[in-house]
C-alpha cells in the first residue's frame, strides 16, 4: 500500500514539474529563443542542467521551509500526495483562466490548509513569508521603474544585440594549431552579447531551480518517503521534460508576456527577477519567478511611460503635468542607434508615443487577484481535505 502511494506521489511530482518546466522554460529562454541565439533544443538541454544546480543548493532553504517549517509535524506520505494534488490543481485553474499563478504560493496555501486543518500551523512562519509576498511586487515595480527611466534609454542608446547570419564561431585553420575565430558575419560585439544572453539566461535558470524544484520535491521528501536527491532528481527531470516538450510552443510565445519587448528590456527583466527570487529563495522564502517577472516588466513599462514628466509629477500626478501625455506601452520602443534619448520630462519620439499598450492597468490587477485567488484556493481547499479526512494528515 505504502509503495503504490509512494508511485502516485511521483507521478503527482512529475506532473507538477512537468507544467513548471513548461511555463518557466519559456520565461527564461523564449527572449534568447526568439532572438536566434539558442535553439529551442539547446535551451531545454541547458535549462535542464542548471535547474538541478539551483534545486540542490539554494532550493533546498525553500525544500526545508516548505517540508518542515510551515507545519510542526513532518510531511507524510499520504499528506504530502494530497498536497501534489492541490498543486497540480492550481496549475489547472491557473491554464484555465491564463494567468501565471505562482507555484510557490499554491504550494504554500496547500500545506498552510494542512496545518489550519491540524492545528500545527506555524503562524510566525506564514506571516513572514506572506509579508515577503506583499514586499516582493512592490521591490520588483520600483527596481523595474528605475531601470526604465533612467538605465534603460542609456544602455539602449549603446548596446545593439543583433544575431547576423552563419556560425558564431568558426576554426581558423591556417596555423599549425586551429584555433576558434570570429563567425564569416560575427562581429566581436556580437559574440559578447551573445555570452551575456547566455550567461543570464543560465541564471534565470538556475534561480527557476531554486523556487520551483522545492514545489514539486518538498511534499515527498523526508517522511514521506524520499531523500532529498532522489526528489530533486525526479523533479529535475520532470521539469526537463516539459522544456524539450511543452515548452517549445511557450518559448514562441514567451510565456504570454515577453514577446512584445525587446531583448534588451527583457534581459533586465531577467536579472531582475531571478535576483529577487534567488535571494529570497537563499534565506528559504518560497517565493515565485513569475511574481518578480510580471511585476519588474509593469515597472519598466511605467518607468518608461512616465519619462516625459518628473518623478514627482509622476507619483503625485500633478495637474502641471497633464498636457504631457503618458504611454502606457513605452517599453516596446527603441531609440535609434546614437541617437539621443529625451531628458526627463521631455516628449518622447512619436514611435515611442504610438508603441503598443505593454503597462495594461486591468492585466495588473487580473494578475494580482489571481496570486490572491490562487493561494487562498488551495488553502481553502487543503484545509477542507484534511478536516473531512483527518487520517491523511
Not at 531582475?272 to 534565506?283: D, G, K, N, R, V
Not at 531628458?343 to 504610438?354: D, K, Q, S
Amino acid at each position: 500500500m505504502v509503495e503504490t502511494l509512494l508511485v502516485v506521489g511521483i507521478i503527482a511530482s512529475v506532473f507538477v514539474g512537468f507544467n513548471i518546466g513548461g511555463s518557466s522554460t519559456g520565461i527564461t529562454w523564449g527572449p534568447s529563443v526568439g532572438a536566434g541565439i539558442v535553439t529551442k533544443t539547446a535551451a531545454a538541454a541547458i535549462m535542464t542542467v542548471f535547474v538541478f544546480l539551483g534545486g540542490m543548493t539554494v532550493g533546498q532553504n525553500v525544500m526545508g521551509t516548505l517540508s518542515e517549517d510551515i507545519i510542526t509535524i513532518d510531511l507524510t506520505l499520504s499528506a504530502g500526495v494530497a498536497v501534489l494534488f492541490f498543486i497540480g490543481l492550481g496549475i489547472l485553474v491557473a491554464n484555465i483562466f491564463g494567468v501565471p499563478v505562482p507555484t510557490s504560493m499554491t504550494t504554500v496555501g496547500a500545506i498552510a490548509g494542512l496545518g489550519l486543518a491540524t492545528g500545527t500551523l506555524n503562524y510566525a512562519v506564514i506571516a513572514e513569508i506572506i509579508s515577503w509576498w506583499v514586499v516582493t511586487p512592490i521591490i520588483g515595480f520600483w527596481i523595474g521603474g528605475i531601470i526604465g527611466r533612467y538605465l534603460y534609454p542609456w544602455v539602449n542608446q549603446r548596446v545593439d544585440i543583433k544575431s547576423t547570419d552563419g556560425p558564431l564561431l568558426s576554426l581558423d585553420r591556417q596555423g599549425a594549431v586551429p584555433k576558434p575565430a570570429l563567425g564569416p558575419n560575427t562581429t566581436a560585439q556580437e559574440l559578447a552579447t551573445t555570452v551575456v544572453v547566455l550567461i543570464i539566461g543560465c541564471y534565470m535558470a538556475f534561480s527557476a531551480g531554486a523556487s520551483n524544484v522545492p514545489n514539486a520535491a518538498a511534499p515527498l521528501v523526508g517522511e514521506a518517503g524520499l531523500e532529498v536527491t532522489q526528489a530533486v532528481i525526479i523533479a529535475t527531470a520532470a521539469i526537463g521534460l516539459g522544456g524539450f516538450t511543452i515548452a517549445r510552443r511557450t518559448m514562441d510565445s514567451v510565456g504570454g508576456e515577453l514577446s512584445d519587448i525587446p531583448l534588451l528590456a527583457a534581459l533586465f527583466v531577467m536579472v531582475t527577477a531571478s535576483t529577487i527570487t534567488t535571494a529570497l529563495s537563499y534565506i528559504g522564502i518560497p517565493i515565485s519567478l513569475v511574481m518578480a517577472t510580471v511585476m519588474t516588466i509593469v515597472g519598466i513599462g511605467w518607468g518608461r511611460a512616465t519619462r516625459p514628466i518628473t518623478f514627482r509629477e509622476a507619483v503625485t500626478r500633478d495637474t502641471d503635468a497633464q498636457d504631457r501625455d503618458i504611454e502606457l506601452g513605452a517599453i516596446v520602443a527603441e531609440e535609434q542607434e546614437s541617437e539621443q534619448a529625451p531628458a526627463i520630462g521631455e516628449e518622447e519620439p512619436e514611435e515611442v508615443l504610438n508603441a503598443a499598450d505593454l503597462f495594461n492597468p486591468r492585466a495588473v490587477i487580473k494578475y494580482i487577484s489571481m496570486w490572491i485567488i490562487g493561494p487562498s484556493m488551495s488553502t481553502l481547499l487543503a484545509y477542507g481535505f484534511f478536516i473531512l479526512l483527518p487520517g491523511v494528515a
